[in-house]
């Protein structure tokens, strides 16, 4: 990144056009002109632009090598310069930047230029790499592309401007998308924002840099490298990519298993509890909202019709990157549910089990206790109330009594005549003393999720690698260590 600032406005934007670099963010006050932070970012283009120029300076005249650019000129041809837009002085109060103010280069079409393939849900989107945007941002059209037509905008109550635009875009609402890099599966749930008509479809900034799609910096070409990220990276390409490959419906989404409903042993002679709401903050209540439609899209809540006897509060737990996790407080209700006992091994036996192994593969549950359904019957216990009514589970929920034990039944049931295949909760190891009979032991445990419909989340799998860390050991072929972390 290279930070410029120019002090007169009509001389930053003449500096940026002529050297085609698109503007970053620009604050205005009464007190002082201007200032101008100039982005430039390399991409992949950058050789096909350097190579026109040079032919367009060779062309201009003989020992002209760099040409430079004739101040005061307006306007031109080029692609890049009709992204800069003219920028006034208004240093009105309503026209200040607000909390609520994003920003984004350009709504306009890119024709297919300086874009990248990202996987929006199940369909394969070119977007922008936006460097300097704030949100993400896709049209209308595109929007009912990657949803079937079948979604619900949510509203919003944020402002959208093009840069040095004083008019914000006509927004329609917002909606989060599972983004996913096809090449590395690098994938990230994130917020868009929806305009009206057609337009590129933007990646902010904060969006390309956790999917490892952009990186500001001048240690590009560094070659520090740490062990770990080596055998991580090979772990991705010789072990995950092709696992991925061969069983692609183990890794889509949120899965189900097949052919069973669990029902709650309820003690009818205990009285059901409708308790009191607990009242959610404000500042919170947008996201508590979206994440009730995120899981009423998964299937794992449903809303209430009609009466129920039992009402839960709902909890809402904020994370350290600012995302929530919501859960029930289930201590009323587990006194009417008659808890299963079934033996959980400990970690002592499961390591006592794999001490042979040289070979070692960690399978992660997605979203674990959500793949196994409730039989209707089962889900009035499970009620809560939220901001916009009442809902209740479709899918075993984190809190129940019995749970964690059950689970353990079940997923035992599932790769249970697997060799080499072990589970503590939703933690599935595959193990073997050489190369073949690991593959041959996981290739057997991924036949059995398929089977199931079980999927498994990509970016906590560890494939076929030498050692692991599991509850703070170290396995390996040496046999167990203490780890180092």
């Known amino acids: 990144m290279i930070e410029n600032k120019v002090e007169n406005v009509g001389g930053a934007i003449k500096w940026a056009t002529s050297r085609k670099i698109a503007v970053g963010h620009v604050t205005t006050s009464a007190e002082s002109a201007a200032t101008w932070v100039i982005y ?83 369909k394969l989107i070119n977007v922008v790499i936006d460097s300097g945007a704030s949100c993400n941002l896709m049209s209308e059209e595109m929007f009912n592309f990657a949803t079937g037509g079948n979604a619900r905008l949510l509203e919003c109550n944020k402002r959208v401007y093009a840069y040095a635009s004083v008019e914000p875009l006509q927004l329609k609402g917002k909606y989060s998308f599972n983004a996913q890099v096809p090449q590395t599966h690098k994938s990230l749930y994130t917020e868009f924002y929806v305009m009206c008509g057609k337009a590129a479809t933007l990646l902010s900034r904060e969006a390309s840099k956790l999917l490892g799609v952009l990186r ?104 350290p990157n600012g995302d929530i996790r919501i859960f029930l407080d289930m201590r009323q209700a587990n006194q009417g549910i008659v808890r299963e006992k079934h033996p959980v091994p400990t970690v002592e036996e499961t390591l006592q089990e794999v001490s042979y192994a040289k070979v070692f593969s960690k399978l992660d549950l997605n979203m674990a206790f959500h793949q196994i359904e409730l039989d209707p019957d089962s889900r009035d216990i ?40 072990y589970n503590l909760h939703d933690d599935l190891r595959v193990v073997g003393t050489d190369d073949k009979e690991h593959d041959e032991n996981l290739d057997r445990v991924m036949r059995k999720l398929e089977e199931s419909g079980l999927t498994l989340n990509y970016d906590k799998c560890e494939i076929g690698v030498s050692s692991m860390v599991y509850m703070g050991d170290v396995l390996s072929g040496e046999g167990l260590k203490v780890s180092s972390e």
């Open 216 to 319: 500001v910096g001048v240690s590009i070409n560094s070659c520090d490298v740490k062990s770990d990220d080596m055998k991580n990276l090979a772990n991705q390409i010789y072990g995950k990519a092709p696992l991925k490959t061969k069983f692609p419906k183990v890794y889509q989404g949120l899965g189900k298993l097949k052919g069973y409903q669990l029902k709650l042993h309820i003690d009818e002679k205990v009285q059901p509890v409708a308790q009191p709401v607990r009242r959610i903050s404000f500042s919170r209540r947008a996201k508590v909202t979206e994440k009730l439609e995120e899981l009423l899209k998964l299937d794992v809540i449903e809303k209430v019709e009609g009466t129920t006897s039992w009402v839960n509060p709902l909890v809402v737990v904020e994370k």
């Open 382 to 421: 499970t009620a809560f109330a939220a901001p916009d009514g009442l809902y209740r589970y479709k899918r075993l929920l984190f809190g129940v009594n019995m749970a964690t034990e059950k689970f353990q039944q079940i997923v035992w049931q599932v790769i249970k005549g697997c060799p080499g295949a």
């Open 40 to 122: 430039f970012e390399v991409c992949c283009h950058s050789k096909q632009n350097k190579g026109r120029d040079s032919s367009r300076s060779s062309s201009r005249g003989r020992g002209s090598s760099r040409t430079k650019p004739r101040r005061g000129r307006r306007g031109g041809n080029s692609k890049e310069q009709r992204y800069v837009h003219n920028v006034t002085g208004d240093t009105s109060a309503e026209n200040r930047v607000s909390s609520n103010d994003f920003y984004v280069f350009t709504s306009g079409s890119t024709d297919g230029q300086n874009t990248m393939e990202l996987m929006i849900e199940d």
